[in-house]
Each structure stands twice: as structure tokens, then as C-alpha cells.
């Protein structure tokens, strides 16, 4: 990419930010943008390998999150409300504190800090913006636009195989068809898996709601070669009686699940016969323990995190610290060493080992902790506030999900995590809304204690 281009790319960006800044602080508008960021990053790779939209533009939803930083800031001066999302922002505090001394005690690049704090930083913004801003009726809201964009990617997944004639991971839907997309895919189904069982549980949506979920999200993995999502519906009846208990309608779930499941199983080896016997217990065991992700010599789910403990963190204070934000990554303009070093093993291909080889132990913990209170805060608040816990429940689920999509995929440093970040904000949005939360700024109201 020539140095002109460059110099252009990043004035476009520049006057894009600034005119984007002054037009969300004159009109106030942060639940516009968040709605925009939800829609656009849901869309995005279609608009770009379908309608052929300019790459470029894979860098809007960084600058609607400089804008909602700002708003952010804005809001948090005039309301001084500290106690609600205190707790999840400390560990976010850590998290980037211990990246800092990574960055000082490797000499990392300035170029490495910046985009590995690129890549991370962005979702925690969006998060705390999700529980300022929006309110419960904005995501009783989301619950019917998810729904209708389970809908549009059937109509797209079916497009793409039966009349483009596209296979495997190219079959994405709203995704687009870039390789790899399935694993944003899969990040969504997953998330509307839990809503439409969290509220079907706690009988906040019909039984035809239900199998209209799991309905679409089977056909959609079927059609997508997205096998692990047969594992991954069990997975979530699991976490969702770990999270809210035996319920009467959990018995009638269980069988609608297995009949859903069995009947898409048959649906997809129609689609992909060459995997039929996929689902046996030795197939399974084999497809992530035995054989490398992208062929011969390239690392698995099981390898790859020994890997990274045995082969690049060698020293004490690699183990600690990891080699830093950003400099086991790359991007179009930059590609670190150690990413040219090691990439042909496919470690970047798995959040657990990518997150340990830049932030070390203490940076994985202290990330994943974030994780773990939210966990705790939904349950706290399902204990106070039992009319309203589906809400609380779908919150405590997707955060024990984090720890699978970790091992699973990359998918939580891609824009899927906007989306997956909005569901962990619900908890907070709606305990907010119910009155034991954020006052709004233009009320001034005095803050209440949030304490849970």
C-alpha cells in the first residue's frame, strides 16, 4: 500500500471521527449509534463481499466507539455514577495497567501497543455505552431485531449455497463469505439460543418462539457447516440450569431440543454427506484432539494453549506479562515478529492461546475476570429483583459462555463482540431501568447506591 494511500485512508478517517463526534454530541444521539453498531457489524462482511463495499469501512465501527468513549465521558462527569459498573471497569483498569508494563518490560513497539489496545479496548466501551444509554424497552427492542435478522440469514444462507453455489465456511448469511465469518455466526446463533430459551424458561415468549429460534439457528449451522453448534445447544440448556435451576418447562425444552436436534443432524448430511459420522463420540474426539485445525503441522483447541506455554513463553516474565497488546497479532499495514514467527502453527487462530501469548498469565486472568463478574453481579441481581431475572439469567449465561468462544475461536477480538457485549450489558441495563441504577444525567438526579 503506497505512503499517498495511507496519508488518504487516515485523513478519510479523521474527518470521518470528527464530523461523526460533533454530530453525536450537537444531537445527543448515543442510542443511534449503538443501534448502528449492532446493525452495521451484523452486516458489515455481507455488505463488503456481497455488495462489494469498500474495505475501508471495516474501521466505522472503530470510529462510532471513539464517538461513544466520548459520550461516555460526557455522561459519567454529569451524572458521577461510579457504583454500577465499578467493579467490571476495575478489571478492565488492571487488564490494561498489566498491558502497560508488558509494554515497557518487552520494548514493544508503539505500533503494537496501539493496535492491540485497538482490538480489546473497543468492546469494554461499547459495553459500558450499552448500560449508560440504552433502557429495558431498547432491549425488549433488540430481542425482535435479532429475530428478524435470524430470519434474514436464513433467506441469505439459503441464497449463498442452493443459487451462488457456495459450501463449508463460506456460507455465512449476513455474514458475508469470507472465510472464516462462520465463526461470527456461530456467535450470534449461540446468543439467540440463550435468549429464546432464558425467556421461553421464564415464560416471557411462547413455545412457537421458541422452535422458530432453534428452528432457524439448526438450519442455519446445518446449511453452514457449523457442526459444533450440535454441541453448543445442549451446552446452553446446561449453563441455563446451572444459572436459573430446574423449571416446569425445562422437561418439554429437552425433548424439543433433541427432536430439533436429530432432525437438523439428518438435514445436514444431506447437505455435506462427507461428514457423515461427524456426531460419534471418536469423530468428535478426533476433530479436536488429533489432527491440526488447518492441516499437518498447525496447532488444535487442545495443542494450542501447551503450545504457547512450552514455545513463546520462555521466560518469567513472558509467563507473567506475555509479549504484549498487539504484538502476537496482525493487521493489513503490520504483522509483528512474533506473529511472522509462529502463525504458520495457527496459534492465532484461538482466543485463549492469542490472549496468553500477548498478556501472559496475570493478562488472562485478570481479562477473564471481567467475565466472571458479571456472572456474579446477574445472579446477585436475580436474587434482588426475581421479576425481571430472564433478563439477568440471559446475562449470567453469556458471560459463562465467554470461556467457550475463548477456546473455541477467535471470535471475541472480531466485531462479533459488539453484539456479544450488548447481551452482557443487559443485566445491568434493566437493573439500572428498574429504578436501582444509573439516574439520567439530564434528571439530576443524586446517585443511589448500586452495591450488590
Same mark, same amino acid.
Given at each position: 500500500m503506497s505512503?499517498?494511500?495511507?496519508?488518504?485512508?487516515? !485523513?478519510?478517517?479523521?474527518?470521518?471521527? !470528527?464530523?461523526?463526534?460533533?454530530?453525536?454530541?450537537?444531537?445527543?444521539?448515543?442510542?443511534?449509534?449503538?443501534?448502528? @453498531?449492532?446493525?452495521?457489524?451484523?452486516?458489515? +462482511?455481507?455488505?463488503?463481499?456481497?455488495?462489494?463495499?469498500?474495505?475501508?469501512? +471495516?474501521?466505522?465501527?472503530?470510529?462510532?466507539?471513539?464517538?461513544?468513549?466520548? @459520550?461516555?465521558?460526557?455522561?459519567? @462527569?454529569?451524572? +458521577? !455514577?461510579?457504583t454500577l459498573v465499578k467493579a467490571p471497569l476495575f478489571t478492565v483498569g488492571l487488564f490494561f495497567t498489566l498491558a502497560m508494563v508488558a509494554f515497557v518490560v518487552n520494548a514493544q513497539p508503539i505500533a503494537a501497543l496501539i493496535w492491540g489496545t485497538r482490538v480489546v479496548m473497543r468492546f469494554f466501551v461499547f459495553w459500558v455505552s450499552c448500560v449508560f444509554f440504552l433502557q429495558e424497552e431498547d432491549v425488549h427492542r433488540m430481542v425482535r431485531i435479532f429475530f428478524f435478522l435470524t430470519v434474514g440469514n436464513v433467506l441469505a444462507v439459503s441464497f449463498q449455497y442452493l443459487i451462488q453455489g457456495y459450501t463449508f465456511d463460506f456460507v455465512s448469511g449476513l455474514f458475508g463469505t469470507e472465510i472464516g465469518a462462520n465463526s461470527e455466526m456461530n456467535v450470534f446463533l449461540v446468543q439467540m439460543f440463550i435468549c429464546g430459551m432464558a425467556m421461553y424458561a421464564f415464560s416471557r415468549c411462547s413455545w412457537k418462539f421458541l422452535l422458530a429460534i432453534v428452528g432457524m439457528g439448526l438450519y442455519i449451522a446445518a446449511i453452514s457447516e457449523l457442526k459444533v453448534v450440535f454441541v453448543e445447544l445442549p451446552l446452553v440448556f446446561c449453563v441455563l440450569l446451572l444459572c436459573a435451576g430446574w423449571r416446569p418447562k425445562c422437561g418439554r425444552m429437552l425433548v424439543v431440543g433433541a427432536t430439533a436436534i436429530y432432525l437438523a443432524g439428518m438435514l445436514f448430511f444431506i447437505f455435506y454427506p462427507e461428514w457423515e459420522g461427524f456426531l460419534s463420540l471418536s469423530s468428535i474426539q478426533n476433530y479436536i484432539g488429533d489432527m491440526g485445525y488447518a492441516g499437518e503441522g498447525t496447532l488444535n483447541r487442545t495443542t494450542a494453549v501447551p503450545y504457547v506455554f512450552e514455545n513463546m513463553l520462555t521466560s518469567p516474565v513472558q509467563w507473567l506479562f506475555g509479549y504484549g497488546l498487539g504484538n502476537a497479532d496482525a493487521a493489513s499495514f503490520y504483522a509483528s515478529e512474533i506473529y511472522q514467527t509462529y502463525s504458520a502453527t495457527r496459534y492465532q487462530y484461538f482466543g485463549f492461546a492469542h490472549f496468553l501469548a500477548e498478556n501472559g498469565v496475570l493478562g488472562v486472568v485478570t481479562y477473564l475476570s471481567f467475565y466472571v463478574i458479571i456472572l456474579a453481579k446477574s445472579l446477585a441481581f436475580k436474587r434482588r429483583d426475581p421479576e425481571r431475572a430472564v433478563w439477568y439469567v440471559?446475562?449470567?449465561?453469556?458471560?459463562v459462555l465467554a470461556f467457550f468462544y475463548m477456546f473455541y475461536s477467535q471470535a471475541l477480538r472480531v466485531e462479533i463482540t459488539y453484539i456479544y457485549m450488548f447481551w452482557l450489558a443487559v443485566p445491568f441495563i434493566v437493573w439500572k431501568d428498574a429504578g436501582r441504577g444509573i439516574p439520567e444525567p439530564c434528571k439530576g438526579r443524586e446517585r443511589v447506591d448500586l452495591a450488590v
Open positions: 505512503l499517498f494511500l495511507l496519508l488518504a485512508i487516515a !485523513v478519510l478517517i479523521i474527518v470521518g471521527c !470528527v464530523g461523526a463526534l460533533v454530530l453525536a454530541i450537537v444531537h445527543n444521539k448515543p442510542v443511534f449509534l449503538i443501534y448502528f @453498531q449492532i446493525l452495521y457489524c451484523c452486516t458489515m +462482511r455481507f455488505l463488503m463481499t456481497e455488495m462489494h463495499f469498500p474495505s475501508v469501512l +471495516r474501521f466505522l465501527p472503530d470510529l462510532v466507539t471513539m464517538v461513544l468513549l466520548v @459520550q461516555c465521558v460526557i455522561y459519567f @462527569q454529569r451524572a +458521577r !455514577v461510579v440471559i446475562g449470567a449465561m453469556s458471560s
